[in-house]
């Protein structure tokens, strides 16, 4: 399998402009989840999908995120507008399992800039 | 509630030397212990985890962790590290259905 993708690897975008972060999870996984990594917060979870339904957004910083997951194998997490706080390395990563005692499997991230 | 304290964010070591990688953590439930490791431009991968069972865990590239109940500690170790160890390594715990909780890292540094 060649694990979780992610694109774009690198995002560089101007305040205000609308970023679309791209992921297909491992298959057969049914459970999905975005992070977002950053040297003051750490990797903190935005939100994650059981069988692409949405189960916890609490952790979504505000109403310019949004997540979908249209199939089994496609999801998005959109900013828009997008702001420089939201510079950061945005993970996401799938699991058999779920997270209580599955094992993660997370993909080489897209990070983003915005200016 | 959970959470997951990893008492250094910096280690660093000299190569071939032993090292450990502190973790506390804090649950209401039974837990499941993992730690994980990332290395530069790259995703976290699981390096090994603590579900039931023996408390040493054994994982991939010569690490392990015991699993201390009374002290609700998950410590890493490696009794030799190589300068290809250089990482982040992450402690993280989940159980009770509670969502994963990452701690904020410690940065391990392989000096030659």
């Known amino acids: 399998d060649a694990g979780v993708i992610q694109s774009p690897r690198h995002e560089v975008t101007e305040m205000g402009q609308e970023v679309t972060l791209r992921c297909k999870p491992i298959s057969g996984h049914d459970y999905l989840f975005w992070y977002r990594q950053t040297m003051m917060r750490g990797l903190e979870l935005l939100i994650y999908?059981?069988?692409?339904?949405?189960?916890?957004d609490s952790g979504m910083p505000e109403d310019r995120f949004s997540a979908k997951m249209p199939n089994a194998s496609f999801s998005t997490l959109k900013i828009q507008p997008s702001e420089p706080r939201d510079s950061a390395v945005y993970f996401c990563a799938s699991s058999l399992q779920g997270f209580e005692a599955g094992e993660l499997f997370f993909g080489e991230g897209s990070r983003l800039t915005v200016l | 509630a959970q959470s997951v304290t990893q008492l250094d964010s910096q280690v660093p070591v000299f190569e071939e030397a032993p090292v450990e990688l502190r973790c506390n953590y804090s649950?209401?439930?039974?837990?499941?212990l993992f730690w994980y490791v990332q290395y530069p431009n790259q995703g976290l991968q699981l390096l090994l985890k603590y579900l039931s069972g023996s408390t040493l865990v054994k994982g991939i590239n010569g690490f392990e962790a015991e699993f201390n109940k009374s002290q609700t500690s998950f410590h890493l170790r490696k009794p030799s590290v190589h300068i290809s160890d250089t990482a982040e390594y992450f402690c993280?715990?989940?159980?009770?259905?509670?969502?994963?909780?990452f701690g904020r890292g410690t940065s391990l540094i392989v000096h030659p």
């Open positions: 649950s209401s439930v039974s837990v499941y």
């Open positions: 993280a715990v989940s159980g009770g259905s509670y969502i994963p909780t």
């Open positions: 999908f059981n069988n692409n339904v949405p189960i916890d």
